[in-house]
Nanobody, 119 residues
Framework: QVQLVESGGGLVQAGGSLRLSCAAS????????MGWYRQAPGKQRELVAV???????NYSDSVKGRFTISRDNAKNTVSLQMNSLKPEDTAVYYC?????????????WGQGTQVTVSS
């Protein structure tokens, strides 16, 4: 079993910053990909920023230059620094991790953290 715990959401004014963090724990053998997705009301969940299995990063065009993803492989954590936030960034942000336990592959989601950007 693998658990993802997110933190760092909240309410911020447009132009402000927030930092999200996600920690994975449990019977983890390896994490291949880890990152952030978001879902706004009435919209589908979309990729925000992720580390791929090759270690490269992939950002949504809408956040490039404003958001920065980072990870600590030793601690199985990933963070998302969000700067110059816009009202359209308002959404529930979800952490996702894909990897292997000692017996099987896994693909888990965190519980989500609300980010609200006021205009």
């Amino acid at each position: 079993q693998v658990q993802l715990v997110e933190s760092g959401g909240g309410l911020v004014q447009a132009g402000g910053s927030l930092r999200l963090s996600c920690a994975a724990s449990g019977s983890i053998f390896s994490i291949n990909a880890m990152g952030w997705y978001r879902q706004a009301p009435g919209k589908q969940r979309e990729l925000v920023a992720v580390f791929s299995s090759s270690g490269s990063t992939n950002y949504s065009d809408s956040v490039k230059g404003r958001f920065t993803i980072s990870r600590d492989n030793a601690k199985n954590t990933v963070s998302l620094q969000m700067n110059s936030l816009k009202p359209e960034d308002t959404a529930v942000y979800y952490c996702n991790a894909k990897g292997r336990t000692y017996v099987a592959r896994f693909d888990y989601w965190g519980q989500g953290t609300q980010v609200t950007v006021s205009s």
